[in-house]
């Protein structure tokens, strides 16, 4: 059953990346110019990571499993999937206001922080309703057998912003957040003084 602190410790990362992109337009909205370059960076990171290893690890584990062995729960799971699926959407209509925001200026940055909001919201919902509905279930009718699997599908997953192996690609991403965001996640302007 590793895979269940598995994903709720990438749950965990997510909802720090959520909370990086909350900030940050907090920090807009207070009149700071925005680092586009911190928001891309946090977008690759969610594309990599929650979409490319993730959400098709349950896809194509953990759900079918659970659905075998709890065929009660295959309306749950359906919706889940469609959440990932819905997700992605969200993703993409966010990523697709940064670039207006970024190419046409001020005018472009209420419809982004809507995207980002709307993003960050879903995302956090789906997060636990997995984490309340469908882990205790899996925890439930899943035999040995079948978490040997899943553990071992979900053991693959390195986290490049926060897994034991810090990606170099993604150590500049974090080394600006720690010193841009307030805590708990970052240091924000108490370390400067």
């Known amino acids: 059953m590793r895979a269940i602190s ?62 075998a062995r709890a065929p009660e729960t295959e309306s749950l799971i359906r919706e889940l999937g469609q959440q990932h699926t819905e997700g992605e959407i969200l993703f993409v209509e966010m990523l697709k206001a940064l670039s207006a925001y970024e190419f046409s200026g001020d005018a472009e940055f209420p419809h982004f922080r809507e995207t980002v909001s709307r993003y960050t919201e879903f995302e956090r919902n789906h997060a636990h309703k997995e984490e309340e509905e469908i882990l205790p279930r899996a ?16 053991d693959e997953n390195e986290d490049p912003i926060f897994g034991n192996k810090w990606s170099d690609e993604f150590s500049g991403l974090l080394n600006k957040l720690i010193s841009r965001l307030p805590a708990p996640l970052g240091l924000g302007d108490d370390w400067k003084k």
């Open 6 to 67: 598995i994903i709720k410790s990438e749950h965990k990362n997510l909802g720090a990346v959520l909370y990086s992109l909350d900030k940050l337009i907090e920090e807009i909205d207070d009149g700071k110019q925005p680092d586009f370059s911190i928001f891309h960076g946090l977008f690759t990171y969610i594309d990599r990571f929650l979409d490319r290893y993730h959400h098709p690890k349950e896809n194509h584990y953990l759900f079918p499993k659970l659905l």
């Open 139 to 154: 925890r439930e009718a899943l035999q040995d057998s079948d978490w040997e699997e899943i553990d071992a599908a979900f």
